[in-house]
Structures are given as C-alpha cells and as structure tokens.
Nanobody, 122 residues
Framework: QVQLVESGGGLVLPGGSLTLSCVCS????????MSWYRRAPGKERELVAA????????TYADSVKGRFTISRDNAKDTVFLQMSSLRPEDTARYYC???????????????WGQGTQVTVSS
C-alpha cells in the first residue's frame, strides 16, 4: 500500500532549526512531484515548498524563502524539508504530498502523509 511517513517534527526555540523527512513507498517515487504543506489551527492549508521529480525546479512560499530548503533523494525514496530561523508563526502540522501517475490505472493521482507537528515556542 501507499505510505508517506513524515518524521523530524518537535518543539524548537525561535531561531532554531529542524529537518523533516518523508519516506515514501508503494508508488514510483521518482515519477512524482513532492511537496510540503502545513496547517496551523484555525488557518487554511498552505503550500510551503515543492520540488519536481528530478529536482530541477523548486518553489517556496514567500513566508519561508531563504529559511527553508526542500530536497529529495530518489535513491532513498525520501523528501526533506530543512528549516532554519524558525519563527512562532511556523508552528503547524506539516504534511508530505506526492503527485504523479498511477502506472497501474494509468491515471493521475496524489497521496498524503499523516503529518508531523512542528511547534516553535514563543
């Protein structure tokens, strides 16, 4: 079955750093664009960062540019989000997302992880 398992969340002081990981299985990882979303209580889901299947293109929310870096290791079916200079407003549950072809059904599909909590103390 498809699995996206996030890890690396936790409690961190303002100005600190944290790296999230998402280990994927059950689909052809190197054919999928990967992204990180976050959702804080009472707020809408927000796209944080995205990366193409061959790591040739990345995009970031304006609020995290210069502080966060998305990367992927296709040999390990893993996507990362390196976060630095963390702020209290970065507090949210962070979700890993995959989008690409289902080679069995020949349809476009997407998958979500269960999320990992990041809390930046204030």
């Amino acid at each position: 079955q498809v699995q996206l398992v996030e890890s690396g969340g936790g409690l961190v002081l303002p100005g600190g750093s944290l790296t999230l990981s998402c280990v994927c299985s059950g689909f052809t990882f190197n054919m999928y664009a990967m992204s990180w979303y976050r959702r804080a209580p009472g707020k809408e889901r927000e796209l944080v960062a995205a990366i193409t299947n061959e790591s040739s293109q990345t995009t970031y929310a304006d609020s995290v540019k210069g502080r966060f870096t998305i990367s992927r290791d296709n040999a390990k079916d893993t996507v990362f989000l390196q976060m630095s200079s963390l702020r209290p407003e970065d507090t949210a549950r962070y979700y890993c997302h995959a989008e690409g072809p289902d080679m069995g059904t020949m349809t476009w599909t997407d998958h979500w992880g269960q999320g990992t909590q990041v809390t930046v103390s204030s």
